[in-house]
């Protein structure tokens, strides 16, 4: 961050009711020096749901966190915005249109990284009924080609930190290993829920894969666009803006309760 004489502001989404996420990512990325990170999520506002385990749920997350991003983007001063969901999500088709600030999400962010590195990869991700939507995602986004697939390890993003540790590392090990079997070097983290079981989870994998967590991808990718002075279009666009056209016209721009940490 050393070529900017100001700290850059992020703005980080939890686009759920349930608080757990948030707190595991507030605890691992801390602002610092020259980088002021923020958090908010969907924390009792009506019809967010507790965590997001299909298309539909990410649709309720939208209509019910948009009100609430959008007032705390028009009453802040950032840089960028990144939606702590790993799907395509609605979100962040329907903030690039209603704010001018880089928005990315981090599901668009560990495609962007894990194709830096070289080299294959592939998603470990939660619920089965992810695994077509993320693999239409990540040939429609022009990634088809540097993956070795999805593999969905039926553990729900609650389950995460509700289960046992070393239950929930061996089961995504498992399912991380067919994927390394096809050639994946990098083992992209399908949930924001993971990003606090990395170091378990790198250890549990062969020696040289590397893991990618989309919540780091995010901040790494908006904090270069600040410092650079970059446009947003260098970041992985939504697949189809009209899916997110619904969402906006559907939902009412009002104030939420004020929530951040």
């Not at 595991?24 to 969907?42: A, C, N, T």
């Not at 993320?134 to 022009?142: A, F, I, K, M």
């Not at 893991?211 to 279009?233: H, M």
């Amino acid at each position: 961050m050393g070529s900017l004489n100001r700290t850059i502001r992020l703005l980080c989404i939890v686009p759920i009711s349930t608080t757990g996420i948030t707190e595991d990512l507030v605890r691992i990325y801390k602002s610092r020096p020259g980088l002021d990170i923020s958090f908010i999520d969907g924390r009792d506002l009506l019809g967010c749901p507790p965590s997001i385990e299909n298309e539909a749920h990410a649709f309720e997350s939208t209509r019910a966190v948009l009100p609430r991003t959008v007032d705390y983007i028009s009453s802040h001063t950032l840089d960028g915005v990144l939606v702590c969901c790993f799907s395509n999500h609605p979100l962040v088709c329907a903030l690039r249109r209603l704010v001018t600030i880089p928005v990315t999400g981090i599901f668009q962010a560990a495609l962007q990284e894990a194709t830096q590195h070289g080299g294959k990869f592939g998603i470990v991700t939660t619920a089965h009924a992810w695994e077509k939507p993320l693999t239409d995602s990540v040939s429609e986004l022009g990634f088809g080609e540097n993956s070795a697939g999805v593999a969905a390890t039926g553990i729900g993003p609650l389950e995460l930190e509700n289960l046992d540790r070393e239950v929930v590392i061996n089961r995504i090990a498992m399912f991380s290993k067919p994927l390394i079997d096809k050639g994946a070097r990098s083992i992209i983290l399908g949930c924001a829920g993971m990003t606090a079981l990395e170091e378990d989870i790198l250890a549990a994998l062969p020696p040289g894969t590397r893991t990618v967590d989309g919540v780091r991808a995010g901040i790494r990718i908006l904090s270069r666009l600040a410092e650079e002075t970059a446009i947003v279009e260098t970041i992985p666009r939504c697949i189809d803006d009209s899916k997110c056209m619904g969402t906006i016209h559907n939902t009412e721009l009002t104030s939420g309760a004020a929530q951040v940490l």
